[in-house]
């Protein structure tokens, strides 16, 4: 049972452009929504995450959008870069269950110079 | 401060065989979780230690098993190794929330 939903599985974006990049969610208890970043061979990086007492977070060109009530969250990246090319995926966990996370199922994300 | 130090980085063995990979979290993080990544099954959760207990475990069989020492290090250990093994595995370690993951160790089941 896939308890987050990814979408698109690819994406490729012209330099400069803004790259999205959408999750939806099951379960009502999750509570804090990271996003992480892998390139080949490396470990996921913690891009950026979001609470759902808040509806918009942003970090540089990063900027996470949380619908509660869609149960849906996305990835805004602005003025994509091609060092910006990686796998990304979208995370939940439930706040008082320790630190299990459920992942999408990623995102590859190719920026064209 | 140093980040997750994972080892080995590459194994391989043979069906059968037994595995124990290794994790150094971050100097301070009390909580090491061990995540399994395929390319089919994508990111999957196996098990989290804090303060050497077991405090959350995934949807994997008993072979797959774990530890943390006293030093916040820890362990995982996979019996009777199946092909379906390979796998790059992924330790996490936090303090809070926010989890940061070590490289990984690339297990190679044939």
């Known amino acids: 049972q896939q308890q987050v939903k990814q979408s698109p599985q690819s994406l490729i974006v012209q330099k400069g452009g803004i790259s999205i990049i959408n999750c939806a969610y099951e379960?009502?208890?999750?509570?804090?929504f990271p996003w992480y970043q892998q390139f080949p061979g490396k470990g996921p990086a913690l891009l950026i995450a979001?609470?759902?007492?808040?509806s918009e977070k942003k970090e540089g060109r990063f900027t996470i959008s949380f619908n509660k009530s869609a149960k849906q969250f996305s990835l805004h990246i602005m003025d994509s870069q091609p060092g910006d090319s990686a796998t990304y995926f979208c995370?939940?966990?439930?706040?008082?269950?320790?630190?299990?996370?459920?992942f999408g199922g990623g995102t590859r994300l190719m920026v064209k110079p | 401060k140093a980040g997750v130090t994972q080892t080995p980085r590459y194994l391989i063995k043979t069906r059968g065989q037994q595995v124990t990979l290794s994790c150094s979290p971050i100097?301070?993080?009390?909580?090491v979780s061990w995540y399994q990544q395929t390319p089919g099954q994508g990111l999957q959760f196996l098990f989290e230690?804090?303060?050497?207990?077991?405090?959350n475990k995934g949807n994997f069989p008993g072979r797959f098993s774990g530890r943390q020492f006293s030093n916040s290090r820890s362990e995982m250990n996979v019996s009777t190794l199946e092909l379906g093994d390979s796998a790059l595995y992924l330790c996490?370690?936090?303090?809070?929330?926010?989890?940061?993951f070590g490289p990984g160790t690339r297990l190679t089941v044939t």
């Open positions: 996490a370690s936090s303090l809070g929330l926010e989890q940061y």
């Open positions: 379960n009502t208890a999750f509570d804090y």
């Open positions: 979001i609470r759902p007492d808040v």
């Open positions: 995370a939940a966990t439930p706040n008082n269950a320790g630190n299990m996370l459920t």
């Open positions: 100097s301070g993080h009390r909580s």
């Open positions: 230690y804090f303060s050497e207990t077991q405090r």
